[in-house]
């Protein structure tokens, strides 16, 4: 059995679980194609972006269970673990990928909401009488 590389993006409330192991560049998320899963283009050249910057493309199969978010952060979760499990394969990869942006993390996250406010950062309005 080929050895399989494993990485564990997060991007927002997304978090992809992913697996790569050596072949035809057949990518599966959540049990089904990147094309079933993703209706969106840029979704998918997201996810495939840290294999065109390795020259890597179609040398992997992927596998991939991703649970949370949107289809945005999904595919920035998954561009994350596939980063991970590549320099896992090999680590000289990484000053490609770090000039790229894809080694670090998005830690963005939505802000909490306070009380007495109407939101994160909303004021309920002010009257002065």
Same mark, same amino acid.
């Given at each position: 059995?080929?050895?399989?590389? =494993? /990485?564990?993006?997060?991007? +927002?409330?997304? !978090? ?10 057949? @990518? ?28 890597? =493309? /179609?040398?992997?199969?992927? +596998?991939?269970? !991703? ?10 979760? @998954? ?34 909401? +306070? ?15």
């Amino acid at each position: 059995m080929a050895e399989a590389y =494993y /990485g564990t993006g997060k991007r +927002k409330t997304s !978090v992809a679980r992913t697996w790569l192991r050596p072949g035809k560049g057949i @990518i599966t998320i959540n049990n089904r194609t990147i094309e079933d899963y993703f209706g969106r283009e840029t979704a998918k050249v997201v996810v495939e972006q840290p294999f065109v910057l390795t020259d890597t =493309y /179609g040398s992997f199969d992927v +596998k991939v269970n !991703v649970t949370g978010g949107g289809v945005s952060g999904q595919a920035a979760a @998954i561009r994350h673990g596939i980063t991970k499990a590549l320099l896992q394969f090999n680590p000289e990869f990484r000053p490609i990928l770090k000039k790229a942006g894809l080694v670090t993390c998005d830690a963005r996250i939505k802000e909490r909401k +306070k009380y007495g406010q109407k939101g994160a950062r909303a004021r309920f309005q002010y009257s002065k009488r």
